[in-house]
Protein backbone atom coordinates (compact mmCIF):
# COMPACT_ATOMS: atom_id res chain seq x y z
CA UNK A 1 0.00 0.00 0.00
CA UNK A 2 1.09 3.75 -0.84
CA UNK A 3 2.47 5.50 2.69
CA UNK A 4 0.48 8.47 1.71
CA UNK A 5 -2.48 6.21 1.62
CA UNK A 6 -1.63 4.71 5.66
CA UNK A 7 -1.22 8.04 6.70
CA UNK A 8 -4.93 9.02 5.82
CA UNK A 9 -6.33 11.52 8.91
CA UNK A 10 -3.17 10.61 10.87
CA UNK A 11 -1.58 13.34 13.14
CA UNK A 12 2.01 14.07 12.71
CA UNK A 13 4.62 16.08 14.05
CA UNK A 14 6.80 16.46 11.08
CA UNK A 15 7.89 14.26 7.97
CA UNK A 16 11.43 13.89 6.50
CA UNK A 17 11.06 12.03 3.12
CA UNK A 18 8.44 10.90 0.63
CA UNK A 19 5.26 9.66 1.42
CA UNK A 20 4.96 8.22 -2.19
CA UNK A 21 6.43 4.64 -1.75
CA UNK A 22 5.45 1.66 -1.03
CA UNK A 23 4.95 -0.24 2.19
CA UNK A 24 4.72 -4.22 2.30
CA UNK A 25 4.01 -4.64 5.97
CA UNK A 26 3.90 -2.96 9.21
CA UNK A 27 6.17 -3.96 12.40
CA UNK A 28 7.07 -2.82 15.67
CA UNK A 29 9.79 -5.52 16.28
CA UNK A 30 12.65 -5.03 14.57
CA UNK A 31 13.28 -8.91 13.79
CA UNK A 32 10.27 -8.78 12.11
CA UNK A 33 11.25 -6.19 9.33
CA UNK A 34 11.66 -7.01 5.66
CA UNK A 35 12.13 -5.10 2.08
CA UNK A 36 9.87 -1.93 2.07
CA UNK A 37 9.04 -2.49 5.94
CA UNK A 38 7.16 0.54 7.57
CA UNK A 39 9.47 0.08 11.37
CA UNK A 40 7.16 1.45 14.33
CA UNK A 41 9.23 2.58 17.55
CA UNK A 42 7.71 2.57 20.48
CA UNK A 43 8.90 3.71 23.97
CA UNK A 44 8.61 1.01 26.49
CA UNK A 45 10.02 0.78 30.49
CA UNK A 46 12.31 -2.28 29.05
CA UNK A 47 12.94 -2.18 25.64
CA UNK A 48 12.62 1.25 23.70
CA UNK A 49 12.06 0.46 19.85
CA UNK A 50 13.93 3.94 19.45
CA UNK A 51 17.19 2.11 19.71
CA UNK A 52 16.69 -0.36 16.98
CA UNK A 53 16.08 2.01 14.22
CA UNK A 54 19.25 1.18 12.47
CA UNK A 55 18.93 -2.14 12.78
CA UNK A 56 15.23 -1.75 10.74
CA UNK A 57 17.03 0.44 8.29
CA UNK A 58 19.83 -2.12 7.68
CA UNK A 59 17.43 -4.84 7.38
CA UNK A 60 15.00 -2.71 4.51
CA UNK A 61 12.55 -0.83 6.38
CA UNK A 62 12.09 1.97 4.26
CA UNK A 63 9.76 4.42 6.25
CA UNK A 64 10.54 5.03 10.16
CA UNK A 65 7.52 5.94 12.75
CA UNK A 66 8.87 7.63 16.10
CA UNK A 67 8.61 9.86 18.22
CA UNK A 68 12.11 11.29 18.45
CA UNK A 69 13.74 11.72 15.40
CA UNK A 70 17.11 10.17 15.23
CA UNK A 71 20.36 12.79 14.98
CA UNK A 72 21.42 11.12 11.35
CA UNK A 73 18.22 11.30 8.60
CA UNK A 74 19.01 8.48 5.75
CA UNK A 75 17.97 10.24 2.26
CA UNK A 76 16.39 7.85 1.11
CA UNK A 77 14.48 6.82 4.37
CA UNK A 78 10.87 8.35 5.21
CA UNK A 79 10.93 9.11 8.97
CA UNK A 80 7.68 10.10 10.26
CA UNK A 81 7.64 12.00 13.71
CA UNK A 82 4.49 11.54 15.81
CA UNK A 83 3.35 12.16 19.71
CA UNK A 84 2.62 8.45 20.14
CA UNK A 85 3.50 5.68 18.26
CA UNK A 86 1.72 3.04 19.64
CA UNK A 87 -1.70 5.14 19.02
CA UNK A 88 -0.40 5.84 15.87
CA UNK A 89 0.26 2.82 14.77
CA UNK A 90 -3.22 1.84 15.42
CA UNK A 91 -4.86 4.08 13.12
CA UNK A 92 -1.76 3.29 10.49
CA UNK A 93 -3.22 -0.50 10.85
CA UNK A 94 -6.60 0.13 10.53
CA UNK A 95 -5.80 2.00 7.14
CA UNK A 96 -3.30 -0.55 5.81
CA UNK A 97 -6.02 -2.79 6.18
CA UNK A 98 -9.02 -0.86 4.80
CA UNK A 99 -10.65 -0.02 8.06
CA UNK A 100 -12.04 -4.14 8.70
CA UNK A 101 -13.66 -3.04 12.18
CA UNK A 102 -16.14 -0.88 9.78
CA UNK A 103 -16.91 -3.57 7.91
CA UNK A 104 -18.62 -6.17 10.89
CA UNK A 105 -19.93 -5.18 13.64
CA UNK A 106 -16.74 -5.25 16.53
CA UNK A 107 -18.19 -5.78 20.10
CA UNK A 108 -15.37 -5.51 23.37
CA UNK A 109 -15.91 -7.04 26.18
CA UNK A 110 -13.74 -5.74 29.37
CA UNK A 111 -13.97 -6.15 32.82
CA UNK A 112 -11.72 -7.77 35.73
CA UNK A 113 -13.51 -11.44 35.80
CA UNK A 114 -15.85 -12.75 32.84
CA UNK A 115 -14.63 -11.63 29.65
CA UNK A 116 -13.84 -14.75 28.05
CA UNK A 117 -16.85 -16.29 28.97
CA UNK A 118 -19.06 -13.49 27.74
CA UNK A 119 -17.32 -13.37 24.07
CA UNK A 120 -17.58 -17.02 24.29
CA UNK A 121 -21.01 -17.29 24.87
CA UNK A 122 -21.87 -14.02 22.48
CA UNK A 123 -19.97 -16.00 19.38
CA UNK A 124 -21.55 -19.52 20.28
CA UNK A 125 -24.87 -17.37 20.71
CA UNK A 126 -24.81 -15.36 17.22
CA UNK A 127 -23.16 -18.52 15.53
CA UNK A 128 -26.48 -20.51 16.38
CA UNK A 129 -28.20 -17.30 15.20
CA UNK A 130 -27.16 -18.24 11.76
CA UNK A 131 -24.17 -15.74 11.40
CA UNK A 132 -20.85 -16.01 10.30
CA UNK A 133 -18.69 -14.54 13.25
CA UNK A 134 -14.89 -13.72 14.72
CA UNK A 135 -13.73 -14.25 18.25
CA UNK A 136 -10.91 -12.89 19.70
CA UNK A 137 -9.95 -13.94 23.18
CA UNK A 138 -7.70 -15.09 26.23
CA UNK A 139 -8.65 -19.10 25.06
CA UNK A 140 -7.88 -18.53 21.30
CA UNK A 141 -8.72 -16.40 18.43
CA UNK A 142 -11.62 -18.13 15.55
CA UNK A 143 -12.89 -17.45 12.65
CA UNK A 144 -16.14 -19.55 12.88
CA UNK A 145 -14.70 -23.32 12.86
CA UNK A 146 -11.48 -22.02 12.56
CA UNK A 147 -9.16 -21.67 15.26
CA UNK A 148 -5.81 -19.47 15.65
CA UNK A 149 -3.70 -19.38 18.76
CA UNK A 150 -4.16 -16.92 21.05
CA UNK A 151 -0.66 -15.59 22.84
CA UNK A 152 -2.29 -12.46 24.63
CA UNK A 153 -5.87 -11.01 25.71
CA UNK A 154 -5.89 -8.93 23.11
CA UNK A 155 -3.34 -8.66 20.67
CA UNK A 156 -1.47 -5.99 19.06
CA UNK A 157 -3.02 -3.08 16.79
CA UNK A 158 -1.30 -4.60 13.30
CA UNK A 159 -2.60 -8.31 14.23
CA UNK A 160 -5.93 -7.32 15.28
CA UNK A 161 -6.50 -5.57 12.10
CA UNK A 162 -5.10 -8.14 9.88
CA UNK A 163 -7.15 -11.07 11.59
CA UNK A 164 -10.21 -8.63 11.32
CA UNK A 165 -9.91 -8.14 7.64
CA UNK A 166 -9.35 -11.79 6.79
CA UNK A 167 -12.91 -11.84 8.88
CA UNK A 168 -14.64 -9.47 6.75
CA UNK A 169 -12.92 -11.39 3.65
CA UNK A 170 -14.51 -15.07 5.00
CA UNK A 171 -17.82 -13.15 5.45
CA UNK A 172 -17.92 -12.96 8.99
CA UNK A 173 -20.63 -10.07 10.33
CA UNK A 174 -19.74 -10.58 14.05
CA UNK A 175 -16.92 -10.31 15.96
CA UNK A 176 -16.72 -10.27 20.03
CA UNK A 177 -13.61 -9.27 21.36
CA UNK A 178 -11.93 -9.12 25.09
CA UNK A 179 -10.31 -5.66 25.60
CA UNK A 180 -8.04 -6.16 28.81
CA UNK A 181 -6.99 -3.08 30.66
CA UNK A 182 -3.14 -3.49 29.29
CA UNK A 183 -4.26 -3.27 25.62
CA UNK A 184 -6.25 0.27 26.40
CA UNK A 185 -2.99 1.80 28.26
CA UNK A 186 -1.34 0.21 25.50
CA UNK A 187 -3.18 1.58 22.64
CA UNK A 188 -3.29 -1.67 21.23
CA UNK A 189 -7.10 -0.39 20.43
CA UNK A 190 -6.47 2.45 18.53
CA UNK A 191 -8.31 3.02 15.56
CA UNK A 192 -10.48 0.09 15.79
CA UNK A 193 -14.41 1.05 15.44
CA UNK A 194 -16.73 -0.71 18.05
CA UNK A 195 -20.33 -1.33 17.40
CA UNK A 196 -20.80 -1.83 21.33
CA UNK A 197 -19.11 -2.26 24.32
CA UNK A 198 -19.72 -4.44 27.49
CA UNK A 199 -18.19 -4.05 31.54
CA UNK A 200 -18.64 -6.90 33.43
CA UNK A 201 -16.97 -5.95 36.77
CA UNK A 202 -13.97 -4.75 37.97
CA UNK A 203 -11.68 -5.85 41.27
CA UNK A 204 -8.38 -6.66 42.87
CA UNK A 205 -6.04 -7.33 39.66
CA UNK A 206 -2.93 -6.28 37.47
CA UNK A 207 -1.82 -4.12 40.27
CA UNK A 208 1.80 -4.77 38.92
CA UNK A 209 1.59 -3.36 36.18
CA UNK A 210 -1.34 -0.12 37.24
CA UNK A 211 0.43 -0.12 40.46
CA UNK A 212 -2.65 1.26 41.75
CA UNK A 213 -6.62 0.68 41.73
CA UNK A 214 -7.81 4.17 40.59
CA UNK A 215 -4.94 3.75 37.57
CA UNK A 216 -6.74 0.31 36.59
CA UNK A 217 -10.10 2.17 36.85
CA UNK A 218 -9.17 4.21 34.56
CA UNK A 219 -7.95 1.90 32.14
CA UNK A 220 -10.90 0.14 31.66
CA UNK A 221 -12.87 3.10 31.34
CA UNK A 222 -10.87 4.18 28.61
CA UNK A 223 -12.46 1.97 26.56
CA UNK A 224 -15.89 2.85 26.99
CA UNK A 225 -14.36 7.11 26.41
CA UNK A 226 -13.58 5.78 22.94
CA UNK A 227 -16.87 4.52 21.95
CA UNK A 228 -18.40 6.56 19.29
CA UNK A 229 -22.00 7.61 19.74
CA UNK A 230 -23.21 5.22 16.93
CA UNK A 231 -22.44 2.25 19.50
CA UNK A 232 -23.53 0.82 23.04
CA UNK A 233 -22.38 0.71 26.35
CA UNK A 234 -23.92 -2.20 28.38
CA UNK A 235 -22.53 -2.06 31.98
CA UNK A 236 -23.00 -4.25 35.12
CA UNK A 237 -24.88 -1.84 37.50
CA UNK A 238 -24.42 -4.30 40.87
CA UNK A 239 -20.95 -3.50 40.60
CA UNK A 240 -20.32 -0.06 41.73
CA UNK A 241 -17.66 0.94 39.55
CA UNK A 242 -20.47 -0.03 36.52
CA UNK A 243 -21.83 3.60 36.49
CA UNK A 244 -17.88 5.03 36.55
CA UNK A 245 -17.29 3.61 33.34
CA UNK A 246 -19.40 5.49 31.33
CA UNK A 247 -19.39 8.47 32.84
CA UNK A 248 -17.96 10.57 29.70
CA UNK A 249 -18.62 8.26 26.99
CA UNK A 250 -20.73 9.13 23.91
CA UNK A 251 -22.19 5.70 23.51
CA UNK A 252 -25.91 5.03 24.38
CA UNK A 253 -25.86 3.65 27.89
CA UNK A 254 -27.74 0.72 29.16
CA UNK A 255 -27.41 -1.43 32.21
CA UNK A 256 -27.83 -5.25 33.35
CA UNK A 257 -28.83 -6.29 36.93
CA UNK A 258 -29.69 -8.80 39.27
CA UNK A 259 -30.11 -6.60 42.05
CA UNK A 260 -30.85 -3.11 41.12
CA UNK A 261 -32.88 -1.24 38.27
CA UNK A 262 -31.28 -1.73 35.11
CA UNK A 263 -32.60 -2.38 31.20
CA UNK A 264 -32.34 -5.55 31.50
CA UNK A 265 -33.31 -7.39 34.64
CA UNK A 266 -32.56 -10.74 35.95
CA UNK A 267 -33.16 -13.07 38.85
CA UNK A 268 -31.91 -16.30 39.77
CA UNK A 269 -34.72 -19.21 40.45
CA UNK A 270 -32.84 -21.87 41.20
CA UNK A 271 -29.22 -22.92 40.80
CA UNK A 272 -27.96 -26.59 40.97
CA UNK A 273 -24.49 -28.24 40.07
CA UNK A 274 -25.52 -28.91 36.43
CA UNK A 275 -27.78 -25.70 36.16
CA UNK A 276 -29.13 -22.53 36.47
CA UNK A 277 -32.66 -21.37 35.75
CA UNK A 278 -33.41 -17.32 35.80
CA UNK A 279 -36.15 -15.64 35.11
CA UNK A 280 -34.98 -12.54 32.17
CA UNK A 281 -37.44 -9.66 31.43
CA UNK A 282 -40.20 -11.93 33.08
CA UNK A 283 -39.35 -14.54 31.01
CA UNK A 284 -38.08 -17.88 32.73
CA UNK A 285 -35.32 -20.13 31.45
CA UNK A 286 -32.97 -22.92 32.53
CA UNK A 287 -29.30 -22.81 31.49
CA UNK A 288 -26.63 -25.27 31.34
CA UNK A 289 -24.31 -22.56 33.20
CA UNK A 290 -24.05 -22.66 37.26
CA UNK A 291 -23.20 -20.30 40.08
CA UNK A 292 -24.45 -16.46 40.11
CA UNK A 293 -21.31 -15.20 38.13
CA UNK A 294 -22.30 -16.90 34.96
CA UNK A 295 -25.97 -15.13 35.98
CA UNK A 296 -24.21 -12.16 35.28
CA UNK A 297 -22.40 -13.66 32.39
CA UNK A 298 -26.08 -14.77 30.71
CA UNK A 299 -27.64 -11.56 31.41
CA UNK A 300 -24.79 -8.87 30.28
CA UNK A 301 -24.69 -11.15 26.77
CA UNK A 302 -28.25 -11.12 26.20
CA UNK A 303 -29.05 -7.76 26.46
CA UNK A 304 -26.20 -7.29 24.02
CA UNK A 305 -27.89 -9.89 21.44
CA UNK A 306 -30.84 -7.19 22.29
CA UNK A 307 -29.09 -4.41 21.45
CA UNK A 308 -27.78 -5.64 18.75
CA UNK A 309 -31.17 -6.05 17.18
CA UNK A 310 -32.05 -9.67 17.84
CA UNK A 311 -34.97 -11.21 19.32
CA UNK A 312 -35.49 -12.04 22.70
CA UNK A 313 -37.42 -14.76 22.98
CA UNK A 314 -35.09 -16.33 19.95
CA UNK A 315 -31.96 -15.58 21.88
CA UNK A 316 -33.21 -16.79 25.27
CA UNK A 317 -33.93 -20.33 23.40
CA UNK A 318 -30.18 -20.93 22.17
CA UNK A 319 -28.80 -19.63 24.55
CA UNK A 320 -30.64 -21.93 27.35
CA UNK A 321 -28.81 -24.54 24.83
CA UNK A 322 -25.07 -23.58 24.76
CA UNK A 323 -22.25 -25.25 27.13
CA UNK A 324 -20.28 -23.59 29.36
CA UNK A 325 -16.90 -22.09 28.18
CA UNK A 326 -13.62 -24.81 28.27
CA UNK A 327 -12.05 -24.10 31.69
CA UNK A 328 -14.81 -22.30 33.20
CA UNK A 329 -16.82 -24.35 36.08
CA UNK A 330 -15.52 -27.59 33.84
CA UNK A 331 -16.55 -30.76 35.64
CA UNK A 332 -14.81 -34.05 35.73
CA UNK A 333 -17.06 -36.70 38.20
CA UNK A 334 -14.88 -39.87 39.36
CA UNK A 335 -16.64 -43.61 39.22
CA UNK A 336 -17.52 -42.68 43.24
CA UNK A 337 -19.07 -39.61 42.45
CA UNK A 338 -16.80 -37.26 43.80
CA UNK A 339 -17.46 -33.96 41.48
CA UNK A 340 -14.20 -31.73 40.19
CA UNK A 341 -14.82 -28.84 39.09
CA UNK A 342 -11.55 -26.98 37.04
CA UNK A 343 -11.81 -23.44 36.87
CA UNK A 344 -9.63 -20.40 35.65
CA UNK A 345 -10.13 -18.23 38.74
CA UNK A 346 -6.86 -16.54 39.06
CA UNK A 347 -8.28 -13.71 41.07
CA UNK A 348 -9.20 -13.25 44.53
CA UNK A 349 -12.90 -12.22 43.34
CA UNK A 350 -13.03 -15.10 40.58
CA UNK A 351 -11.73 -17.51 43.56
CA UNK A 352 -14.87 -15.94 45.69
CA UNK A 353 -17.66 -16.57 43.36
CA UNK A 354 -16.28 -19.79 42.33
CA UNK A 355 -16.18 -21.10 45.81
CA UNK A 356 -19.59 -19.72 47.44
CA UNK A 357 -21.07 -21.09 44.25
CA UNK A 358 -19.37 -24.41 45.49
CA UNK A 359 -20.94 -23.42 48.70
CA UNK A 360 -24.23 -23.20 47.90
CA UNK A 361 -24.68 -25.95 45.74
CA UNK A 362 -23.38 -28.19 49.26
CA UNK A 363 -25.70 -30.74 49.79
CA UNK A 364 -25.34 -31.40 53.49
CA UNK A 365 -22.52 -30.44 56.01
CA UNK A 366 -20.40 -34.25 55.61
CA UNK A 367 -19.64 -33.13 51.83
CA UNK A 368 -16.01 -31.61 51.95
CA UNK A 369 -14.68 -28.72 49.55
CA UNK A 370 -10.74 -29.38 48.90
CA UNK A 371 -9.74 -26.88 47.03
CA UNK A 372 -5.98 -26.47 45.15
CA UNK A 373 -4.67 -23.37 44.04
CA UNK A 374 -1.48 -21.48 43.28
CA UNK A 375 -0.36 -17.95 42.16
CA UNK A 376 1.28 -16.74 39.16
CA UNK A 377 4.78 -15.87 38.94
CA UNK A 378 5.38 -12.11 37.69
CA UNK A 379 2.41 -10.89 38.51
CA UNK A 380 0.70 -8.77 41.03
CA UNK A 381 1.89 -10.72 44.46
CA UNK A 382 -0.25 -8.39 46.89
CA UNK A 383 -3.33 -10.70 45.77
CA UNK A 384 -1.17 -14.04 46.86
CA UNK A 385 -2.26 -14.45 50.81
CA UNK A 386 -5.86 -12.72 49.59
CA UNK A 387 -6.65 -15.83 47.34
CA UNK A 388 -5.25 -17.89 50.59
CA UNK A 389 -6.94 -16.38 53.13
CA UNK A 390 -10.33 -16.86 50.61
CA UNK A 391 -9.67 -20.46 49.79
CA UNK A 392 -9.43 -21.44 53.46
CA UNK A 393 -12.37 -19.83 54.45
CA UNK A 394 -14.35 -21.23 51.73
CA UNK A 395 -12.82 -24.29 51.75
CA UNK A 396 -12.98 -27.52 54.38
CA UNK A 397 -9.18 -28.65 53.18
CA UNK A 398 -6.79 -26.24 50.86
CA UNK A 399 -3.82 -27.48 48.84
CA UNK A 400 -1.34 -24.52 48.01
CA UNK A 401 0.50 -25.25 44.91
CA UNK A 402 2.29 -23.91 42.20
CA UNK A 403 0.74 -22.30 39.10
CA UNK A 404 2.56 -20.49 36.35
CA UNK A 405 6.16 -19.99 38.56
CA UNK A 406 7.49 -18.22 35.31
CA UNK A 407 11.00 -16.50 36.17
CA UNK A 408 10.09 -17.09 40.11
CA UNK A 409 10.61 -18.93 42.41
CA UNK A 410 7.75 -21.13 42.91
CA UNK A 411 8.22 -21.15 46.77
CA UNK A 412 8.76 -17.90 47.38
CA UNK A 413 5.27 -17.36 45.42
CA UNK A 414 3.66 -20.31 47.65
CA UNK A 415 5.52 -18.09 50.95
CA UNK A 416 3.59 -15.28 50.30
CA UNK A 417 0.29 -17.19 49.85
CA UNK A 418 1.23 -18.84 52.93
CA UNK A 419 1.37 -15.30 54.99
CA UNK A 420 -2.40 -14.99 53.90
CA UNK A 421 -3.41 -18.40 56.08
CA UNK A 422 -5.39 -17.51 59.40
CA UNK A 423 -4.07 -19.59 62.14
CA UNK A 424 -7.52 -20.91 62.63
CA UNK A 425 -6.98 -22.34 59.58
CA UNK A 426 -3.43 -23.54 59.48
CA UNK A 427 -4.68 -27.12 60.20
CA UNK A 428 -6.61 -27.83 57.01
CA UNK A 429 -3.91 -26.47 54.93
CA UNK A 430 -1.25 -28.54 53.07
CA UNK A 431 1.78 -26.72 50.52
CA UNK A 432 2.94 -29.14 47.66
CA UNK A 433 4.64 -27.20 45.12
CA UNK A 434 4.22 -29.87 42.11
CA UNK A 435 0.85 -29.26 41.26
CA UNK A 436 0.29 -32.76 39.43
CA UNK A 437 0.95 -34.11 43.17
CA UNK A 438 -0.86 -31.91 44.48
CA UNK A 439 -4.02 -33.18 42.86
CA UNK A 440 -3.49 -36.82 43.18
CA UNK A 441 -3.64 -35.69 46.69
CA UNK A 442 -6.79 -33.66 46.67
CA UNK A 443 -8.48 -36.70 44.94
CA UNK A 444 -6.96 -39.03 47.59
CA UNK A 445 -8.32 -37.45 50.43
CA UNK A 446 -11.73 -36.87 48.66
CA UNK A 447 -14.63 -39.23 50.15
CA UNK A 448 -17.56 -39.78 47.88
CA UNK A 449 -19.99 -36.81 47.13
CA UNK A 450 -16.90 -34.42 47.96
CA UNK A 451 -16.32 -31.86 45.90
CA UNK A 452 -12.60 -30.74 44.43
CA UNK A 453 -11.88 -27.21 42.91
CA UNK A 454 -8.44 -27.14 41.18
CA UNK A 455 -8.36 -23.21 39.97
CA UNK A 456 -5.98 -21.17 38.48
CA UNK A 457 -5.41 -22.53 34.89
CA UNK A 458 -8.62 -23.70 33.64
CA UNK A 459 -8.37 -23.70 29.91
CA UNK A 460 -4.35 -23.44 29.95
CA UNK A 461 -2.89 -26.65 28.54
CA UNK A 462 0.66 -25.67 29.85
CA UNK A 463 2.92 -24.70 33.33
CA UNK A 464 5.39 -22.06 32.50
CA UNK A 465 8.67 -22.25 34.56
CA UNK A 466 11.70 -20.42 33.69
CA UNK A 467 10.05 -19.40 30.18
CA UNK A 468 9.39 -22.99 28.96
CA UNK A 469 6.27 -24.38 28.86
CA UNK A 470 5.46 -27.29 29.50
CA UNK A 471 2.34 -29.49 29.07
CA UNK A 472 0.13 -29.49 32.13
CA UNK A 473 -4.01 -29.33 31.78
CA UNK A 474 -5.97 -29.61 35.02
CA UNK A 475 -8.59 -31.57 33.77
CA UNK A 476 -6.42 -34.50 32.13
CA UNK A 477 -4.46 -34.41 35.14
CA UNK A 478 -6.91 -34.54 37.12
CA UNK A 479 -9.11 -37.39 35.38
CA UNK A 480 -6.23 -39.01 35.49
CA UNK A 481 -5.70 -39.30 39.06
CA UNK A 482 -9.68 -40.22 39.39
CA UNK A 483 -8.67 -43.00 37.14
CA UNK A 484 -5.22 -43.95 39.37
CA UNK A 485 -6.82 -43.85 42.69
CA UNK A 486 -10.60 -44.86 42.22
CA UNK A 487 -10.29 -47.49 39.72
CA UNK A 488 -13.46 -49.20 38.68
Not at 270 to 296: P, S
Request: proline fraction near 3%; include cysteine.
Amino acid sequence: MILSDILYKVPLKAVSGKTDIAIQNIVFDSRQVKESSLFVAIGGTQVDGHHFIEKAIELGASAILCEHLPEILHENITFLQVENSARIMGLMAANFYGNPSKKLKLVGVTGTNGKTSTVTLLFRLFRKLGYRCGLLSTVQNQIDDEIIPSTHTTPDSVKINELLQEMVQKGVSYCFMEVSSHSVVQERIAGLHFAGGIFTNITHDHLDFHETFDNYIRAKKGFFDQLPASAFALVNTDDKNGKIMIQNTFARKESYSLRNIGSFKGKILACGLFGLQMDIDNREVWFKLIGAFNAYNLLGVYGAAVLLGENPDEVLMQLSDIQPPAGRFEQVVSQNHIVGIVDYAHTPDALKNVLETIVDLQQDSNQQIITVVGCGGNRDATKRPIMAEIACKLSNRVILTSDNPRNEDPLVILGQMESGVPMIYVNKVQTIEDRHQAVFEAVKIARPQDIILVAGKGHETYQEIKGVKHHFDDKEVLQEAFDTIWKR
